[in-house]
């Protein structure tokens, strides 16, 4: 399962072709030969207008651990390939065996907000070894950073009139993820306060919460009874689950069962029908009954688009959302398409040209610029640019924007606030910085910081404005003069 792979360190959390090009490096004399790539992501996802970062240090715990054992030769030993004969040769498998990661990473931390066509991780090291850890990286970012910004889209979207309204993840049963680990970490660090799924809380250490399920009611002889039971056997979690049968007469039936019991009721949810309507139906019915400070649940397939038109137009009065499906399968956008390429080998900067897929050469960084306190625009540069000191342009930067049809520069003065995105990580295959000590919650609390340092046009659910994100004229000039020369080799 998933969280095997990572904690193992497993070596074989790759593709097949990843040992395959090894071995020919390895043939051919090329393997250890110093190699730059980048990962970086072409699109925002859910037509929004920025990605929030995670999955990061669940990456570097994998990269950490890593190493090829007698086993993992073995079974690479007994491979076959298209004519019958071994896949790999003895050689190249003696030279793997004991093989632990040597590799050099900068990364955007978790939290972090960043956009299309920012690199957001940078691996040197040995030829083959770059390209080793590239599927693994790509399958815990894409995946825990579409749910994390899912998770902020739908916090956004139930607090959209001012009121702070929890978001709790109910998602287990319908992720694709074995045991829902990432997406409750993703849920988690995108704003959700807690989670049904028991062994994720467990294992990550956030609250676990939940309600009652239809079964349990339908287990006694009528509604009534199935309430004070639940009430008795479960004083410390004492929401009900109101719409098995009717749901006017279950609201009623959980006061009665409160009243009876002389068990405090904390809320009651309701899961299917009218949600707004039935909002305003139960919402009176428990004030007559002197019982306002009861909390209002919504579950039922709920998202972003749903929840906000609940806030803001129906004006339901939901205590608390709780999403599960549309949250935790990315519903609407299951794949964020995030790609690892080639930025430089042996010290020279490489390009890939090819209709809309043109990359940024050479090893790359991504300049933030801040004003009063508010994200202002990003400036991808070459790597060993010296521009920031103390947090302040040490110069005038002017970019080229990537993100227009048209091209227009903009300059950003000496003096500026700004900072660099990517931090150093892991040196030679350890972990170092901030990121070793890292708590899941203190990934949180920055990427809600982060989430205000960002305009609310950019998080409008529907046509958000469009982030600047620039290219540096220096990155910009060796672009184009690289495809130039490629265009006239090609003639």
Same mark, same amino acid.
């Given at each position: 399962m998933t969280m095997n792979n990572i904690e193992s360190g497993t070596p074989f959390y790759c593709d097949l072709y990843h040992l395959t090009m090894a071995q020919a490096w390895f043939l051919d004399g090329k393997h250890e030969e110093p190699k730059t790539s980048e990962a970086f992501f072409r699109r925002n996802p859910f037509n929004g207008g920025y990605l929030l970062a995670a999955g990061l240090g669940e990456f570097l715990q994998w990269a950490e651990k890593w190493q090829i054992s007698k086993d993992d030769v073995a079974y690479l030993a007994q491979l076959k390939g298209n004519s019958g004969k071994p896949l790999f040769t003895p050689e190249f498998l003696k030279y793997l065996e004991g093989q632990k990661l040597r590799l050099n990473i900068q990364a955007v931390p978790e939290g972090e907000i960043v956009f299309p066509n920012e690199p957001v991780l940078q691996v040197?090291?040995?030829? #083959?070894? +770059?390209?080793? +850890?590239?599927?693994?990286?790509?399958?815990?970012?894409?995946?825990? *950073?579409?749910?994390? %910004?899912?998770?902020?889209?739908?916090?956004?979207?139930?607090?959209?009139?001012? +009121?702070?309204?929890p978001v709790l993840e109910f998602g287990l049963r319908r992720a694709q993820d074995g045991g829902c680990f990432q997406p409750t970490r993703a849920a988690y660090i995108g704003g959700c306060v807690g989670t049904s799924n028991v062994k994720a809380a467990q294992y990550y250490g956030i609250l676990p919460l939940g309600t009652m399920a239809h079964s349990f009611v339908m287990s006694y002889e009528n509604e009534l009874e199935a309430f004070k039971a639940y009430l008795r056997g479960a004083e410390g979690n004492t929401t009900l689950l109101i719409d098995t049968y009717d749901t006017r007469e279950g609201a009623k039936n959980a006061i009665r069962a409160s009243k009876e019991t002389g068990i405090p009721?904390?809320?009651v949810r309701i899961? *299917?029908?009218?949600?707004?309507? #039935? @909002?305003? !139906?139960?919402?009176?019915?428990?004030? *007559?009954?002197?019982? @306002?400070? +009861?909390k209002?649940?919504?579950?039922?397939? /709920?998202? =972003?688009?749903?929840?906000?038109?609940?806030?803001?137009?129906?004006?339901?009065?939901?205590?608390?959302?709780?999403?599960?499906? $549309? /949250?935790?399968?990315?519903?609407?956008?299951?794949?964020?398409?995030?790609?690892?390429? %080639?930025? @430089?080998?042996?010290?020279?900067?490489?390009?890939?040209i090819?209709?809309?897929? %043109? %990359?940024?050469?050479?090893?790359?960084n991504v300049l933030r610029i801040m004003r009063d306190g508010m994200f202002e625009g990003d400036v991808v540069v070459k790597a060993d640019e010296n521009l920031v000191q103390n947090n302040s342009l040490q110069q005038n930067v002017i @970019?080229?924007?990537?993100? *227009?049809? !048209?091209? $227009?520069?903009?300059?950003?003065?000496?003096?500026?606030?700004?900072?660099? /995105? /990517?931090?150093?990580?892991?040196? =030679?295959?350890k972990i170092i910085g901030d990121d070793k000590l890292r708590s899941l919650e203190n990934i949180r609390r920055t990427a809600q910081r982060n989430l205000e340092c960002l305009h609310p046009a950019y998080k409008r659910l529907v046509n958000p404005h469009l982030y600047g994100v620039g290219l540096h004229r220096n990155l910009y000039a060796l672009q184009q003069s690289m495809i130039q020369a490629h265009l006239a080799k090609s003639k």
């Open positions: 040197s090291g040995p030829n #083959w070894q +770059v390209d080793m +850890v590239e599927a693994a990286f790509l399958n815990i970012f894409n995946a825990q *950073s579409l749910i994390a %910004t899912k998770a902020a889209r739908i916090v956004q979207a139930a607090r959209a009139d001012g +009121v702070n309204r009721l904390a809320g899961d *299917s029908g009218d949600l707004a309507y #039935w @909002s305003h !139906e139960v919402k009176n019915i428990l004030k *007559s009954a002197n019982m @306002s400070d +009861v209002l649940v919504a579950s039922n397939d /709920l998202d =972003e688009y749903l929840i906000e038109n609940l806030v803001m137009v129906q004006k339901a009065e939901y205590d608390i959302y709780a999403a599960g499906t $549309k /949250l935790v399968t990315a519903y609407d956008m299951p794949a964020l398409g995030g790609v690892f390429k %080639t930025k @430089s080998y042996k010290g020279e900067p490489k390009i890939k090819a209709e809309g897929k %043109t %990359t940024i050469p050479g090893a790359t @970019s080229y924007t990537l993100n *227009s049809q !048209e091209k $227009k520069n903009v300059t950003f003065n000496k003096g500026e606030q700004a900072y660099f /995105l /990517l931090k150093p990580v892991m040196a =030679e295959g």
